[in-house]
């Protein structure tokens, strides 16, 4: 626990430029606690280490942060696609609800294996936040086309490895009007960029100003949180079957 704490602490307040509160690192603490004791029968992460863990988990997640504009995102809904071990989502919770006291924020999860998705419900109901933030054994072109969820959310993440084009399918029929998906993606994505006019245009949405890129030790290569906006509804077509997006992308 000690290591934890101290390692993330000391990361946080590097990258960050404040001090951690004490319940956005206990939280973070919680979840990763858990991860280890689930990991093997569950199969959530290869990462496990505390330096790595601290680095490349959360502080990595938190860094969705700078894509957001914290006075405009009151009662806000977030979903995330493909959560895995949890990531962005819980990290990123806990940074809005502890460290910024944005107490009305909403997260759903959704995450293609039982196993995984079971996991991360038990994280909510052990931390006593089951009530902001769940996860559905959903994939996401399933949550997509469902009425619960279709045009519910004001953001979407997704730390999926996939071509813009195809996370672009998975999280705008998700997204409300004028919300926007927050795709976690390394700097050389230039030809990703250039295919994915067709994937905007049948999509209904546009790229937004980028965050800021940002390099984390150990990686060796810089990355950024790419903002894609949706400004008109969703044509019903979409999202296609599961894996049409991946197989043949817009």
Same mark, same amino acid.
């Given at each position: 626990m000690e290591e934890f704490i101290t390692l993330f602490n000391q990361k946080y307040e590097n990258y960050f430029k404040e001090a951690a509160k004490p319940a956005?690192?206990? #939280?973070?603490?919680?979840?990763?606690?858990?991860?280890?004791?689930?990991?093997?029968s569950f199969n959530l992460t290869r990462i496990t280490t505390v330096s790595d863990s601290v680095l490349y988990h959360y502080i990595d997640s938190i860094f969705v942060s700078k894509a957001l504009?914290?006075?405009?995102?009151?009662? #806000?809904? $977030? #979903?995330?696609?493909g959560?895995?071990?949890?990531?962005?989502?819980?990290?990123?919770?806990?940074?809005?609800?502890?460290?910024?006291g944005l107490n009305d924020i909403e997260f759903t999860m959704f995450e293609s294996s039982k196993k995984k998705s079971d996991f991360l419900n038990i994280v909510a109901d052990t931390l006593g936040i089951s009530?902001?933030?769940?996860? $559905? +054994?959903?994939?996401?072109?399933?949550?997509?086309?469902?009425?619960?969820?279709?045009?519910? $959310? +004001?953001?979407?993440?997704?730390?999926?490895?996939?071509?813009?084009? %195809?996370?672009?399918?998975?999280?705008?029929?998700?997204?409300? %009007?004028?919300?926007?998906?927050?795709?976690?993606?390394?700097?050389?994505?230039?030809?990703?960029?250039?295919?994915?006019?067709?994937?905007? +245009?049948e999509l209904n949405m546009r790229f937004a100003k980028k965050s800021p890129d940002y390099e984390i030790e150990g990686l060796d290569r810089k990355r950024q949180i790419l903002i %894609?906006?949706?400004?008109?509804?969703?044509?019903?077509?979409?999202?296609?079957?599961?894996?049409t997006a991946k197989k043949l992308p817009l």
């Amino acid at each position: 626990m000690e290591e934890f704490i101290t390692l993330f602490n000391q990361k946080y307040e590097n990258y960050f430029k404040e001090a951690a509160k004490p319940a956005f690192t206990e #939280a973070c603490f919680k979840h990763y606690e858990l991860l280890l004791k689930y990991n093997e029968s569950f199969n959530l992460t290869r990462i496990t280490t505390v330096s790595d863990s601290v680095l490349y988990h959360y502080i990595d997640s938190i860094f969705v942060s700078k894509a957001l504009n914290i006075e405009k995102i009151k009662n #806000a809904k $977030f #979903a995330d696609v493909g959560s895995g071990g949890g990531f962005p989502a819980f990290p990123l919770y806990f940074w809005l609800a502890y460290q910024k006291g944005l107490n009305d924020i909403e997260f759903t999860m959704f995450e293609s294996s039982k196993k995984k998705s079971d996991f991360l419900n038990i994280v909510a109901d052990t931390l006593g936040i089951s009530k902001k933030i769940k996860s $559905f +054994n959903l994939r996401a072109e399933e949550a997509g086309g469902k009425y619960k969820f279709r045009e519910q $959310f +004001n953001f979407v993440t997704t730390r999926a490895v996939a071509a813009v084009s %195809v996370l672009m399918e998975y999280c705008a029929p998700l997204l409300k %009007v004028n919300g926007s998906a927050l795709l976690m993606k390394g700097l050389e994505i230039h030809d990703e960029i250039r295919t994915s006019k067709n994937a905007l +245009n049948e999509l209904n949405m546009r790229f937004a100003k980028k965050s800021p890129d940002y390099e984390i030790e150990g990686l060796d290569r810089k990355r950024q949180i790419l903002i %894609v906006e949706k400004y008109e509804q969703t044509k019903n077509i979409y999202p296609r079957k599961p894996g049409t997006a991946k197989k043949l992308p817009l």
